[in-house]
């Protein structure tokens, strides 16, 4: 796709001197890669798809729950729908306490870098278990998706981008792994080059009160040309938007 390889110019790389555009060289081939590989991917979607599946099957067919429903003999889409049920956070609840008390091997092969929280407006704050492999699918979709923004929309990378990023660590399980947001845990693993983007300093993200950490993003941010907003929740840029019309004279004191 020509859009997609003239994203180097759409990134504004002429702008930069001769060894900024050097370091940023592997940030925009990486996602251009990634990007690619996704074009190429939807020309096979059921065998991508299908392979995709039986590969996360086998990786984890020795698991507690992967020999609680014969992971090993699933062969097939078909195979895995007849034999694995539909499922809610309860159902896998005590599972989860397993991990987080440091059993091994019981939904996945690899042990948990980390859980993910949910907000707990529906009830208990639910503990998600993020592995190596979940991080790196789940930054690369995220590679994929800002190159195809930034392919539509040109102006992006000449401002800054807006985030309301929760923080990455809120504190430990009794085996001492990890617990916070997924918006804090994807900020931290981006490449250095995307940091620069951002309208605010990582020590905003920090920032344990909900309430002072959105003013204070409120206000720095009011400073910097601001060319992309990113949250993952539409409704925090309606939160946003008039707690900014609440404090409208002290922010333009």
């Given at each position: 796709?020509?859009?997609?390889?003239?994203?180097?110019?759409?990134?504004?790389?002429?702008?930069?001197?001769?060894?900024?555009?050097?370091?940023?060289?592997?940030?925009?081939?990486?996602?251009l890669y990634a990007a690619y590989k996704f074009e190429e991917q939807t020309k096979s979607l059921i065998e991508t798809q299908k392979e995709l599946l039986l590969s996360k099957i086998r990786k984890n067919s020795e698991t507690e729950y992967g020999k609680r429903y014969d992971f090993s003999s699933i062969q097939s889409i078909k195979q895995f729908?007849?034999?694995?049920?539909?499922?809610?956070?309860?159902?896998?609840?005590?599972?989860?306490?397993?991990?987080?008390?440091?059993?091994?091997?019981?939904?996945?092969?690899?042990?948990?870098?980390?859980?993910?929280?949910?907000?707990?407006?529906?009830?208990?704050?639910?503990?998600?278990?993020?592995?190596?492999?979940?991080?790196?699918?789940?930054?690369?979709?995220?590679?994929?998706?800002?190159?195809?923004?930034?392919?539509?929309?040109?102006?992006?990378?000449?401002?800054?981008?807006?985030?309301?990023?929760?923080?990455?660590?809120?504190?430990?399980?009794?085996?001492?792994?990890?617990?916070?947001?997924?918006?804090?845990?994807?900020?931290?693993?981006?490449?250095?080059?995307?940091?620069?983007?951002?309208?605010?300093?990582?020590?905003?993200?920090?920032?344990?009160?909900?309430?002072?950490?959105?003013?204070?993003?409120?206000?720095?941010?009011?400073?910097?040309?601001?060319?992309?907003?990113?949250?993952?929740?539409?409704?925090?840029?309606?939160?946003?938007?008039?707690?900014?019309?609440?404090?409208?004279?002290?922010?333009?004191?």
């Amino acid at each position: 796709n020509n859009n997609i390889y003239n994203l180097k110019l759409l990134l504004g790389v002429k702008m930069l001197s001769r060894r900024l555009k050097k370091i940023m060289g592997f940030p925009i081939r990486k996602y251009l890669y990634a990007a690619y590989k996704f074009e190429e991917q939807t020309k096979s979607l059921i065998e991508t798809q299908k392979e995709l599946l039986l590969s996360k099957i086998r990786k984890n067919s020795e698991t507690e729950y992967g020999k609680r429903y014969d992971f090993s003999s699933i062969q097939s889409i078909k195979q895995f729908q007849e034999s694995v049920p539909l499922i809610n956070y309860n159902d896998i609840s005590e599972s989860i306490e397993k991990i987080k008390n440091g059993e091994k091997n019981v939904l996945t092969k690899q042990s948990p870098i980390k859980f993910v929280t949910t907000s707990g407006t529906s009830g208990e704050p639910k503990f998600i278990p993020v592995t190596q492999d979940f991080l790196e699918e789940y930054t690369n979709s995220w590679n994929i998706w800002i190159t195809y923004a930034v392919n539509e929309h040109r102006r992006i990378p000449l401002g800054k981008v807006l985030s309301f990023i929760s923080p990455p660590i809120e504190g430990y399980t009794k085996s001492g792994i990890p617990y916070g947001s997924m918006t804090g845990l994807t900020q931290e693993s981006q490449h250095f080059i995307s940091k620069m983007f951002y309208a605010v300093p990582k020590e905003v993200f920090n920032i344990p009160n909900l309430k002072k950490r959105q003013y204070t993003t409120l206000r720095l941010s009011l400073e910097k040309n601001v060319s992309m907003l990113n949250t993952a929740n539409p409704s925090t840029i309606n939160i946003i938007c008039q707690l900014g019309d609440e404090l409208k004279q002290e922010l333009i004191e």
